[in-house]
């Protein structure tokens, strides 16, 4: 394959001039052979989102977030392994949180040729019985020692396409059913036949990131004379979506009438009878279908009965959410973390009280600068806050970061609030963020329902909502925040990573038991605190009162007074958040992933 351009790198230390070498055919950089010098691949990664960067519009949330780690971690793993997924050209929007709590979504433009490297190669696809034009950007994941995992990104957006589907890459899950179809057809079918255009001629397996690319084992079968089996051994699947309704199905006459001829004749045996069902699609033609934690493992099962369901529990990219600060702690007393995160089990022995303290105290004073430009219960920027209103260092900060939706109790904290102010006035301090669709009326209301009790308090306790959620933010708040807040409905919490990244800080959990957080909690009591009961069935009860209480419980009689009168006890407590950084990390994901399905 031909010489290419970096132009962007998945660290910030970004070193331009060493760029050009690593990709030239035949070169190596630290004796690492890159993945451009060959025909081969270990894993086509297709996923609808990943998270590229924070100015990059590839991504929606956690999905796309999960696939841009794995990837990362491919890089400093020397796996050879190429993302494939799609480009978007339209606007973006930024979220603006309004006096009264209303929002407003700015529309801003993004330039395709400022992130990313247009590639010359072009391909063609049949959606809805007409030639698509396919052409390609790529984007740069570069690891450690400098090792390349290129990110595939396909685009439409090309005068001698109909506008129809020039629009298939404007928006990400934007527009009606044909679009969303026709962007799953424009992945799966066109990413493999686009991996062909670009040399890849021995690709080992076909990675299935979720439903939406599950056409990629029928773009497969003419290769393979049409045989499943033969297919079956090429793909893997990872199922992330714990509720029916979550997964993509469409009916075959209106499936037919976009995929025409990739529908094979058998479709229906391999799809369901019913309707095109894009998860039992994948599932049928893959050799290992994954959950993303041991508990979605249960109720994906129970979900689809006829299918044998393994799991993976998700991690994080730990260089990419560890503080800088953190980083030189973990540096200077767990050599060789970087590399090997296991190592971050020996915090609790290893790294002094004072150490990591101050670097707290140093993230905690970044994140409290910044909200203190963003205080929701004032009316910026036509007053200005009172002393006391402005967030401090001494308060114990509690972060609850997540798309406000109903399943993630955004107002389970204010359930009682003559009881939530009588525990945390002066004694605690609450950031929340998360966008909104600007479809979702109901998400909205969450928002405005939190901003009209940061008002209300504004006086009595510090609330605030910080607007426009990223990655950007959301690391500030993983690395400064004494108390990572999560609030699911069992068992809608396939996983949850925002958790693993607060804990690589040493911020504590304090979180429902579902996802992640069961598996995590019982790796290490001492990591943070649960919610609730402990309810490992398919069908737990949710009761909001009580698990209401509960957390006003903990806050009351363990959280607050631990925090300010047993400081000892407190830190001891950030050292095995840490452990769990040592499990709960990407690197093990990817080791797994070769094992399981790679």
């Known amino acids: 394959m031909r010489k290419q351009k970096r132009n962007t790198v998945s660290r910030l230390n970004y070193q331009s001039d060493r760029i050009e070498s690593l990709l030239i055919p035949g070169k190596t950089a630290n004796n690492k052979l890159m993945p451009d010098n060959f025909d081969h691949l270990r894993v086509a990664y297709f996923s609808m989102e990943v998270m590229l960067q924070s ?56 330039q395709k040729m400022d992130y990313l490297t247009k590639l010359p190669e072009k391909i063609e696809i049949t959606i809805q019985g007409s030639r698509v034009v396919v052409g390609c950007w790529r984007y740069d994941f570069v690891g450690e020692d400098e090792f390349v995992v290129p990110v595939y990104l396909l685009d439409t957006d090309f005068p001698e396409n109909e506008q129809w589907a020039r629009n298939l890459t404007k928006a990400l899950y934007g527009g009606d059913g044909s679009v969303r179809l026709g962007q799953e057809i424009l992945l799966g079918v066109g990413g493999v036949k686009m991996l062909k255009a670009l040399g890849y001629k021995d690709i080992q397996t076909y990675h299935m990131n979720e439903g939406h690319s599950a056409f990629v084992p029928l773009a497969l079968l003419p290769d393979y004379d049409f045989k499943d089996d033969a297919v079956r051994q090429k793909c ?38 019913s309707s095109l069902s894009m998860t039992d699609l994948a599932m049928n033609m893959s050799k290992t279908t994954l959950a993303v934690s041991r508990k979605h493992q249960k109720v994906t099962q129970a979900m689809f009965p006829g299918h044998n369901i393994d799991y993976i529990t998700n991690g994080v990219h730990h260089l990419t959410w560890t503080a800088p600060v953190f980083q030189n702690v973990y540096n200077r007393y767990l050599s060789g973390w970087d590399k090997d995160p296991k190592l971050l089990k020996e915090a609790p022995e290893k790294i002094p009280d004072d150490a990591l303290w101050n670097a707290h105290q140093d993230s ?71 966008k909104s669709h600007p479809n979702d009326d109901i998400s909205q209301g969450f928002v405005q329902e939190i901003v009209r009790i940061s008002k209300k308090l504004r006086t009595i306790l510090k609330i605030t909502y910080l607007e426009n959620y990223s990655p950007k933010i959301a690391r500030m708040l993983v690395f400064g925040s004494d108390v990572w807040l999560n609030t699911p409905r069992r068992p809608l919490e396939a996983s949850g990573t925002s958790g693993m990244k607060a804990a690589l800080n040493g911020v504590i959990n304090f979180s429902v038991l579902d996802g992640w957080w069961i598996e995590g909690a019982k790796m290490d009591p001492l990591a943070g605190f649960s919610i609730g009961l402990s309810d490992d069935s398919v069908t737990p009860s949710n009761d909001d009162a009580a698990d209401a209480d509960d957390l006003y419980n903990r806050l009351e009689n ?41």
């Open 55 to 110: 100015g990059i519009p590839t991504y929606a949330g956690g999905l796309g977030i999960l696939a841009g780690d794995l990837l990362r971690s491919c890089a400093d793993m020397h796996i050879p392994v190429a993302g494939v997924t799609l480009v978007y050209s339209g606007s973006t929007f930024k979220q603006i949180i309004n006096t009264d709590g209303t929002q407003s979504f700015e529309e801003s433009d993004w």
């Open 558 to 598: 363990e959280i607050i007074p631990m925090y300010y009168d047993h400081r000892s006890e407190w830190i001891m407590r950030m050292k095995h958040a840490i452990t769990l950084g040592a499990y709960f990390n990407t690197h093990r994901c990817v080791k797994q992933y070769l094992e399981k399905a790679w």
């Open 364 to 434: 905690k004073r970044e994140l409290i600068n910044y909200v203190n430009k963003h205080l929701t219960s004032v009316m910026f920027p036509f007053e200005k806050p009172q002393p006391d209103e402005y967030f401090d260092m001494d308060t114990l900060t509690v972060a609850l970061a997540r798309r406000p939706v109903a399943y993630k109790r955004p107002l389970l904290l204010y359930s009682d609030l003559e009881r939530f102010i009588r525990i945390g006035v002066g004694r605690i301090q609450i950031i929340q963020c998360g």
């Open 236 to 273: 893997a699947f990872t199922t992330h979506t714990p509720v029916p309704e979550g997964h993509d199905h469409f009916p075959y006459d209106f499936a037919q009438k976009l995929a025409g001829n990739i529908l094979p004749w058998h479709i229906k045996k391999i799809a369901t009878e």
